[in-house]
């Protein structure tokens, strides 16, 4: 955890550097058109990255609400064996969705660094 905090934190250091860089020194001949690709910006993916964590924590924490309830109002009808079952589908479904939220964003976070120090070499 303490590596990734490390290298997180080194990645956002380099990128502030780089994003104070000005390319406007850098003028192409005249008649001819640049092309560019148009690409979100670091922090913009920063940003989706930590969105899509947010975003798979609150719908497996949905998920574990809804089969909560779901499992009491079983038990409470006097039906244990579905209780038990609608509490243990809500506990995959809700660990599934944090997982996949949490890989998704982690993966656009490294990305948005990984580009952030391919730009700098």
């Not at 975003?55 to 109002?73: C, F, M, Q």
């Amino acid at each position: 955890m303490l590596k990734i905090f490390v290298r997180a934190s080194l990645g956002l250091w380099l990128g502030a550097f780089t994003w104070g860089q000005t390319s406007a020194d850098q003028s192409p001949p005249s008649g001819q058109q640049p092309a560019q690709e148009e690409k979100p910006g670091i922090a913009r993916e920063i940003g989706e990255g930590m969105g899509s964590i947010g975003d798979g924590i609150a719908r497996g924490a949905g998920a574990v609400a809804k089969g909560t309830a779901k499992g009491a109002s079983e038990l409470v009808t006097w039906h244990p064996i579905e209780a038990v079952g609608s509490a243990s589908k809500t506990a995959a479904v809700g660990t599934k969705d944090a997982t996949v939220g949490a890989a998704k964003g982690t993966g656009r976070f490294a990305v948005s660094i990984g580009r952030t120090v391919r730009d700098l070499f």
